[in-house]
C-alpha cells in the first residue's frame, strides 16, 4: 500500500521542476541580445513509477506515477544547419574579400574618366597631331614633352599605387594568420575547460555557445572540418565534448586545433611560404571560394602581380615603339630623334618610366634634317596607337626586338586589361550578392531553431508559472486532507 504522504512527495517535485523551467526560461530572456547565445530548455522526465517491479511489490492495481524531474538543460540547436551555414559563410568570406581587393584596384586604375592613364594617352597623341600641322612652333614642341611626362608619372603613379596595396595585402594576410590562429587557441582552451565540466554529469552549454561563436568566425576565414570528442568519465549521452578543428588543405585535413592544443600558422621566411604542420597554405592549396585567407592570396599573388605585369608590357612596349619611331624623323638641329622615353628592362618598366628629353628643339618631328617645317615624323608617332602588332612585330619596325605585347594594338591591349579587371569585379560583386543571400537565408533558418523569441518565452513563462501554481495548489489539496485524516476521523466515542 502506498504511503499517505505520497502526494506531497509528487507536487514537490512538480514545484522544483516547473521553478527550474522557470529560471531557464528567464535566462533565456535575459540573453535575447547576447551574440552567439543558444536558448535552452529544461527536459522534463516522469519519475519512476510506484511501485517498481518486484516479488513484494504492494497488491495494489497498477505502477502509479510519481511527478517529474528535470532531467538536463540542454540547448536547441542542428548541428547539420551549423555545418551549411559554415560553409555557405566560407563562401562569404572569399567573395567579400575579393571584392574588396578588386574594388581597390579599380579605385587606382580609375578608368574610364578624365585623370586615368587613357585620358594621358589620348592627349599625348592629340599633342603629336598638334605638332605635325605646325612642328617649328616652340608651344607644340613643349606640350608635346609636357605630354610625355604626364603618361610617365601616370605609369609610376600607378605602378606605385598597386604596388602599396599589393604589399598592404601581405600585412592584412598577416593579420589574418594572426586571427586565425588567435581563435584556434581560444577553441582548444575551450575545449579544456569542457573536458573539466562533462565528466561531471554537467552540460555546459556556455561554453559550448561560445566555441560555436569562434568556429563561425573560424569558417569566415578558412575552410574548415570538425570532430568531436568523447570525454568519457560519467558524460551525459548528449554531451557534445571536445572539438579537433582541421583546415582542408589539397583537400586533406590538417589538425589546427587537436583537443587542448593547436598547431600555429606560421611562415617560413626561408621558403616564403605560409605553413600549418609543414603543409603549405596558398590560393592553390585552399581554393577558390574557400574563405578570406584565399582570396587575399588570389590578391596578392595572382591579380595585382598580374595587372603590374600587364602595366609593365604596356609601357615597355610603347617606349620601345615610341623611341624607335622617333629615331626614324629628325629634331631642329636636322639630328636623328634620340629615345624620347627611358625605361630600362621590362621588369618594374611602369614604375621607372620617364621622359629623358627636355629641349623641345629636340623633338625629332621632320622626315628629313633639311625639312624643319615637315611634320610627318610627328604624325608617324601620332599614328603609333594604331599600329597593329602581330606576332610581336609591328610591320615596318622589323629593327624592333620581340614586343610583349603579341598581338592587336597597344590601345586595345589597354582596353582589354580595364575590360578584364571589370568583368573579375562583376564576378566577384555577383558571387558575393548571391552567397550573402545563401547565408541569410541559412542563418534564419538557424535563428528561427536556437534564437530566443521573446514571444515563445513570454507563453513558457505563463505556463510554467501556472504548472508551478498547480503543484503548490496540490500541496494545499494534500495538506487538507491530511488536516480531515488527522483531526476529523476516528473521533467517535470523545
Known amino acids: 500500500m502506498r504511503s499517505t504522504f505520497m502526494g506531497l512527495e509528487t507536487a514537490k517535485r512538480g514545484m522544483y521542476t516547473q521553478q527550474s523551467a522557470i529560471h531557464v526560461t528567464g535566462h533565456n530572456i535575459a540573453n535575447k541580445n547576447t551574440p552567439g547565445y543558444t536558448r535552452q530548455r529544461v527536459n522534463f522526465v516522469q519519475s519512476e513509477p510506484y511501485p517498481a517491479a518486484a516479488m513484494n511489490r504492494p497488491q495494489i492495481p497498477g505502477q502509479v506515477g510519481t511527478g517529474v524531474h528535470g532531467g538536463v538543460i540542454e540547448r536547441i540547436r542542428d548541428t547539420f544547419v551549423d555545418e551549411q551555414f559554415r560553409t555557405e559563410n566560407n563562401k562569404l568570406g572569399y567573395y567579400e574579400s575579393m571584392t574588396g581587393s578588386i574594388a581597390k584596384m579599380e579605385d587606382i586604375m580609375n578608368e574610364p574618366s578624365d585623370v586615368g592613364l587613357s585620358k594621358a594617352m589620348a592627349q599625348f597623341w592629340q599633342s603629336l597631331q598638334s605638332l605635325s600641322t605646325n612642328p617649328e612652333n616652340e608651344g607644340s614642341r613643349r606640350v608635346v614633352i609636357q605630354r610625355a611626362t604626364s603618361v610617365a608619372e601616370t605609369f609610376n603613379y600607378l605602378y606605385g599605387s598597386l604596388t602599396t596595396i599589393k604589399n598592404d595585402m601581405k600585412k592584412e594576410i598577416d593579420i589574418t594568420l594572426n586571427e586565425i590562429n588567435a581563435i584556434a587557441t581560444d577553441i582548444a582552451s575551450i575545449n579544456k575547460q569542457i573536458s573539466e565540466i562533462e565528466p561531471h554529469g554537467y552540460l555546459p552549454n556556455d561554453l559550448y555557445d561560445e566555441r560555436d561563436r569562434l568556429m563561425d568566425q573560424l569558417s569566415k576565414l578558412v575552410p574548415i572540418e570538425a570532430e568531436s570528442i568523447h570525454y568519457g568519465g560519467n558524460s551525459l549521452s548528449i554531451a557534445e565534448g571536445g572539438r579537433n578543428v582541421s583546415m582542408i588543405v589539397n583537400g586533406e585535413k590538417v589538425l589546427l586545433v587537436d583537443d587542448a592544443k ?7 621566411n626561408t621558403k616564403e611560404k605560409l605553413l600549418l604542420n609543414n603543409k603549405e597554405v596558398s590560393f592553390d592549396s585552399l581554393g577558390e571560394g574557400k574563405g578570406k585567407m584565399s582570396a587575399l592570396f588570389h590578391a596578392h599573388d595572382i591579380d595585382y602581380p598580374d ?5 609593365d608590357k604596356y609601357a615597355y612596349t610603347f617606349a620601345q615603339v615610341f623611341n624607335e619611331v622617333h629615331s626614324q624623323g629628325h629634331d631642329l638641329n636636322g639630328d636623328p630623334g634620340a629615345a624620347l622615353f627611358d625605361v630600362g628592362d621590362l621588369n618594374g618598366a611602369a614604375g ?14 621632320a622626315l628629313q634634317g633639311t625639312e624643319s617645317g615637315n611634320g610627318g615624323n610627328a604624325l608617324n608617332l601620332a599614328k603609333i596607337k594604331d599600329l597593329v602588332i602581330s606576332g610581336g ?6 629593327n624592333l626586338p620581340t614586343l610583349e605585347i603579341k598581338s592587336g594594338t597597344m590601345q586595345s591591349f589597354y582596353e582589354g586589361v580595364i575590360g578584364a579587371m571589370a568583368v573579375k569585379g562583376q564576378h566577384a560583386n555577383r558571387l558575393q550578392h548571391n552567397t550573402n543571400i545563401l547565408v541569410e537565408s541559412v542563418s534564419q533558418t538557424r535563428s528561427s531553431i536556437s534564437e530566443v523569441s521573446l ?4 507563453s513558457n513563462l505563463i505556463q510554467y508559472q501556472h504548472a508551478y501554481s498547480a503543484s503548490a495548489r496540490m500541496i494545499s489539496v494534500i495538506d487538507e486532507m491530511l488536516d480531515k485524516i488527522i483531526n476529523g476521523m476516528g473521533t467517535a466515542g470523545r
Not at 262 to 268: A, G, P, S
Not at 393 to 398: D, K, N, R, Y
Open 455 to 458: 514571444d515563445e518565452e513570454f
Open 262 to 268: 593547436t598547431n600555429q600558422l606560421e611562415w617560413d
Open 352 to 365: 621607372r618610366i620617364n621622359v629623358i628629353i627636355t629641349d623641345p628643339a629636340k623633338i625629332a618631328a
Open 307 to 311: 595587372m603590374l605585369a600587364d602595366l
Open 393 to 398: 612585330v609591328i610591320e615596318g619596325l622589323e
